[in-house]
Nanobody, 122 residues
Framework: QVQLVESGGGLVQAGGSRRLSCAASGRTFSNYAMAWFRQAPGKEREFVAAISRRGDVTFYRDSVKGRFTISRDNANNTVYLGMNMLKPEDTAVYYC???????????????WGQGTQVTVSS
């Protein structure tokens, strides 16, 4: 099993940047594909980005392509979400997720963090 703890959220002005971190427990972190999801108030949770076990394959939702970058450091059991050119519509609670095998764009992940709030002001 794996436990996930997100950090790095906070307030940022539109057009600014922020990097989120997700620290994972366990010796077998490299066995898991990782992903970021987000949920805005009154909206459903949505997929943001995913990365394969080796970090050689990544997926992004269309609205963040070119602005967000998912990466991982398996030696330190950490996955990151770099966010640039932030927009007010990026405001949400961001969740880290893990699943065995290949990454997915769906909610089919086995483990979830408790989230970190990102607020983008106009």
């Amino acid at each position: 099993q794996v436990q996930l703890v997100e950090s790095g959220g906070g307030l940022v002005q539109a057009g600014g940047s922020r990097r989120l971190s997700c620290a994972a427990s366990g010796r077998t972190f490299s066995n898991y594909a990782m992903a970021w999801f987000r949920q805005a108030p009154g909206k459903e949770r949505e997929f943001v980005a995913a990365i394969s076990r080796r970090g050689d394959v990544t997926f992004y939702r269309d609205s963040v392509k070119g602005r967000f970058t998912i990466s991982r450091d398996n030696a330190n059991n950490t996955v990151y979400l770099g966010m640039n050119m932030l927009k007010p519509e990026d405001t949400a609670v961001y969740y880290c997720a893990a699943r065995g095998g290949v990454p997915a764009r769906t909610n089919a992940y086995d483990y979830w963090g408790q989230g970190t709030q990102v607020t983008v002001s106009s």
